[in-house]
């Protein structure tokens, strides 16, 4: 079963950067594909980005294409997403998700929260000047 663990929110200015991270433990998850998603206050959860398990193909939800970006290390069973340009409208409690399936096909559109499983406890990112 595996273990995910977020870290690396925090409280940055408009346009800032911060990376976050989802540490694995109790199975490699080189076999999976990883997903960032986040929960705004009174919103429902939303996908962020995901990364074939592979790490070749990744895919962002609109609202943060060519802000964010998303990879990661199968050596350390790590995931990470790259934040820049933060906006006020970024704030939110960040969740990683490993897929359940191993070896699952590319995501071309935003994969279903039901896709995926476990998830993280997630981390707090708050933009705000």
């Known amino acids: 079963q595996v273990h995910l663990v977020e870290s690396g929110g925090g409280s940055v200015p408009p346009g800032g950067s911060l990376r976050l991270s989802c540490a694995a433990s109790g199975r490699s998850i080189s076999d999976l594909a990883m997903a960032w998603f986040r929960q705004a206050p009174g919103k429902e959860r939303e996908f962020v980005a995901v990364?074939?398990?592979?790490?070749?193909?990744?895919f962002y939800a609109d609202s943060v294409k060519g802000r964010f970006t998303i990879s990661r290390d199968n050596n350390k069973d790590m995931a990470f997403l790259q934040m820049d340009s933060l906006k006020p409208e970024d704030t939110a409690v960040y969740f990683c998700?490993?897929?359940?399936?191993?070896?699952?096909?590319?995501?071309?559109?935003?994969?279903?929260?039901?896709?995926?499983?476990?998830w993280g406890q997630g981390t707090q990112v708050t933009v705000s000047s």
């Open positions: 998700a490993a897929e359940k399936a191993p070896y699952g096909t590319l995501w071309n559109r935003p994969p279903p929260e039901s896709f995926f499983d476990p």
């Open positions: 990364i074939h398990w592979r790490g070749y193909h990744t």
